[in-house]
Every structure is written in C-alpha cells, then in structure tokens.
C-alpha cells in the first residue's frame, strides 16, 4: 500500500504561479511512475501530468501543456507540479496518483492504483 498526500492548493488570482507537491510513503517511491490529475465541480477527473519512474520522461495534457512542469525528488519521496499563467479553468480539485507501470513513457492510458485526497485549487478574480 502506497499512501498519497498533496499540498499547495488556495486560492489564486489569474496569471499567478503555483506548486503543488505529494509526499508518499510505505513504499519504495523511486519505483513508481506519478501522475497528476485534477477534477473540476460537476465534471469528470481529467489527466493532467505523469512522470515515469526515473524521472526521465513526462507527459503533459493538451490543456496545461507549456505552463505545468512535473517534476519529482525520489530522495524526498516527492512529486511536485508547478503551474504558471493560471486561468479560471484550471479551478479543481487535484489529485497525486502513483502506478508500478515502469515503461518509459506514462500518461493518460497508463493504469494508476494509488491515489491521494486532492488538494484544493480555486483560481477567481
């Protein structure tokens, strides 16, 4: 069992940056390929970012690409995702999964099986 718990959600104004970051534990962390997704009220989750197990590969949705950056510090048991030029669109609840797929390439196909509570992000004017 992998535990998942995210951070680094509030309240922002458009154009601002943010960082979210999941720590995880009961795990070997460097093993997993992580993923970001996120959930807008009255819409389904979509996929956001994924990052392979060494870190050498990223993937990143239509909708974020060129302003997200997935990144992650296996000796911190961390992933991290940084958003800039935030829109109203981007307001959701976003959520840190985890998957054993050790291919070099992971992104919206791929099968996550560990998933953290989300953290709020709300971004108005």
């Known amino acids: 069992q992998v535990q998942l718990v995210e951070s680094g959600g509030g309240l922002v104004q458009p154009g601002d940056s943010l960082r979210l970051s999941c720590v995880a534990s009961g795990r070997t962390f460097r093993n997993y390929a992580m993923g970001w997704f996120r959930q807008a009220p009255g819409k389904e989750r979509e996929f956001v970012a994924a990052i392979n197990w060494a870190g050498a590969t990223t993937t990143y949705a239509d909708s974020v690409k060129g302003r997200a950056t997935i990144s992650r510090d296996n000796a911190k048991d961390t992933v991290f995702l940084q958003m800039s030029s935030l829109k109203l669109e981007d307001t959701a609840v976003y959520y840190c999964?985890?998957?054993?797929?050790?291919?070099?390439?992971?992104?919206?196909?791929?099968?996550?099986?560990?998933w953290g509570q989300g953290t709020q992000v709300i971004v108005s004017s």
């Open positions: 999964a985890a998957s054993t797929f050790r291919g070099p390439v992971v992104g919206v196909r791929t099968d996550f099986e560990y």
